[in-house]
Every structure is written in C-alpha cells, then in structure tokens.
C-alpha cells in the first residue's frame, strides 16, 4: 500500500508539472538601455570564393519594424592571407560586400575591425574543415500528396557541430509558373550542436513547409567553430525553443564581437548538395 501511495504522488507531482508549464502569461520585459548604443553585427566568412558580406544595425524594440541600419562605416577583414576591404552596397544600406571576390581557408583565423562613430569593434573567427554529409530525407504528405522534409541531420553531436541551410525551389514546376517568389520558394535552416538541451527536446512545433514533385533543393552545411556553436545554442535558448514546456530564463546573449558591438562573426566552410525531388525518390544528389 505504501509503494502505490508513492507512485500516486509522483504521477501527481509529473501532472502538476506538465499543467504549470502549459500556462501561459504575458509578461512586459524591460529593455537593457545598455544595448541601444551596440552595434549589431551579422556575418560569415565562407570558404566559398564569392563576394563576401557584413550586415549592420542597431538595436531596436519593434520586431515587426526593419532594423535601423549602420550607415557609413569602416569595415575590413583580415587574415594571413591579407586585408580585404568592404564597402556598402549603395542600394542596401547597412550591407557591406567585399570589394573583391575571395575565399576563407580552413585552418585560417579571421579578423574583423569595425570603425563607427568614433569606435572601433573588432571580433576574431577560426574556420573549421569542412565535413561530408547525408543528405537530407522526406516523405509523401497523405492529405496534400505534397512532400515534406523528416530528417536534416542529428541535432547532437559532441565534436562536429553544423548549420544546414536548405533551399527548396519549385518556381518551374508546372502549375506553379506563374505563382509569387514567396509561394514557391522556401528557405530553411537546421543546425547540429554539441549540447542538449530540454528547452530544445520539448520545443514549439516548427512550421511544416510542402512542396511538390520537381522541387530543387540546395542543401548547404556550414561548419561551426565551439564559440559560433554555444552562440547560436543561446540564441535558440531565447527564440526557437521558447514557449515549450521547459522555456530557459532569458540572459545575454555570447558574442565574439569587442567593445560596442553584438552579434556574432564568423567563419565557416561550405559544403553543399543539390537534388531534385521525384515520386519515386530523390534523384541522385550532387555536391562539392
């Protein structure tokens, strides 16, 4: 009688758990002061030979208005290879491309100095090799006959941690020619980390993109150095996996970036596949 009264309370207490997590509340969060001087950077150095890019802005308390962008800033990069000056693009202010194409190199650390207002932000980022991978895999909706993606890639793994960009196209398959950009594209992005987190096990339900047969898919993995990694893992903490049954409290976010700025900076070698979606199966992908 006594074994039963226990289990009793502790199925109890589990309901007690699951029914105070459910409730939801809504709550004002007053906004660091401290943040509204910071500059905001977002950028990656590929492996890639390519213009590169470096996007600035500053904070702000609407997310359903644009940033404010950076205008007018100095910003380079540098490593052994040598110095590699920025501009803005007249078009998009706050974006900054390389005035020449050039690619990262494994192994390599890269510099970037940031000169704005008076102030000078700097931030360093190794890159990390390259690695091989399985391409994604999907299945057959029942209801739609549309397809969806079911695997990505492990969301743990202790020593390769990963980003996955994928790109689905299906603006040339027929009946969907004449639709709009955003009704026939899609992009989405996965990552692979070396921590696991219960906000990430019992996280929201992400939003379930269908696309049809003769869709092309580009899947793109980026390596992550430990530092990119443990950013990327707080900000999920604060977005993605909030609103789940084990929501984290909110904290600052890590950056790499020195003085005034936020964000993060960072390297990353480019591995990429490409497929073309087939109701028989996958046609055999490509990549680099």
């Known amino acids: ?15 007690l758990i699951f029914l105070l997590a459910s409730c939801e509340k809504a709550v004002d969060w007053p906004l660091d002061g401290m943040m509204q001087d910071r500059i905001i950077v977002e950028g990656i150095i590929t492996n890639e030979n390519k213009i590169q890019e470096i996007k600035l802005s500053l904070p702000f308390k609407n997310p359903n208005e644009p ?5 007018g800033a100095g910003v380079q990069v540098s490593s052994a290879d ?20 050039f690619r990262g190199l494994p192994g390599r650390t890269y510099t970037l100095l ?32 549309l397809f969806r993606i079911i695997w990505v890639a492990n969301t743990y793994n202790a020593k390769r941690a990963a980003m996955y960009e994928i790109l689905l196209d ?4 027929a009946g969907y020619e004449h639709l709009e950009a955003h009704e026939t ?49 707080a900000l999920l903490l604060e977005t993605s996996w909030q609103g789940g049954y084990f929501s984290s409290a909110s904290a600052n976010l890590p950056t790499n970036l020195s003085s005034k700025g936020a964000g993060f900076f960072g390297a990353c070698a480019v591995t990429i596949k490409t497929g073309t979606v087939r109701l028989t199966g996958l046609s055999d992908p490509t990549g680099n």
């Open 114 to 145: 940031i000169s704005y207002g008076g102030e000078i932000i700097t931030a360093k980022a190794p890159m990390t090799t390259g690695q091989d991978f399985v391409f994604l895999k999907y299945a057959r909706d029942p209801e739609t006959k």
């Open 170 to 173: 299906w603006s040339e398959v």
């Open 1 to 15: 009688m006594k074994m039963k009264h226990i289990l009793r309370i502790r199925a109890l207490a589990f309901v």
């Open 67 to 71: 940033a404010p962008v950076v205008s």
């Open 185 to 233: 594209r899609a992009r989405l992005i996965y990552y692979t980390l070396p921590t696991l987190d219960v906000s990430q096990i019992f996280a929201p339900p992400a939003e379930t993109v269908l696309f049809p047969s003769g869709t092309k898919i580009t899947e793109r993995r980026y390596s992550l150095a430990p530092e990119h990694a443990e950013y990327i893992r």
């Open 82 to 101: 040598g110095v590699f000056l920025f501009s803005e693009d007249p078009d998009q202010p706050g974006l900054y491309r390389s005035e020449q194409p």
